[in-house]
């Protein structure tokens, strides 16, 4: 069903996806996630915050233009059944009309991390590392002096 719906560039339904992340998560054993390409529209949000009781501390949105993205995909020789122009355009129709929306709804609260990834690899990969690497608060330092 999900390779199915994949190929037809749909969004697989959130009860599926929720319950595979969740039991992801509870596996692992850990308490920190990079959950890639989740949530997918506004009700995969809602369910997954009101299941689990999570809202992400950021969201990472890499924004690139529709035809450099269709060059990539259709460059990267993976073999895959959905990489083909009319799933591709499929795709980006339905990240506008419903991912999107979920993109807006973060950066209202502040929780976006924007990437431009039309950029090199290594340029898009730096920009990605610095989010990623721990701040430290100027407060944080002090400066002793011993007499």
Known sequence: MIQNMMNEGKIVPSEVTIKLLQKAMVE???DK???DGFPR??????AFEAVTKIEPEFVLFFNCPEEELERRILNRNQGREDDNIETIRKRFKVFLESSLPVIEYYKAK???QEIDAAKPVEEVFEAVK????????????CRCVIL
Request: charged share 30%; hydrophobic share 35%.
């Open 130 to 141: 610095v989010i990623f690497t721990p701040k430290v608060e100027e407060s944080c330092w």
């Open 41 to 46: 529209n506004e009700e995969n949000r809602a």
């Open 110 to 112: 502040g929780k976006v």
């Open 28 to 30: 692992s054993g850990k």
């Open 33 to 35: 996630f990079l959950i």
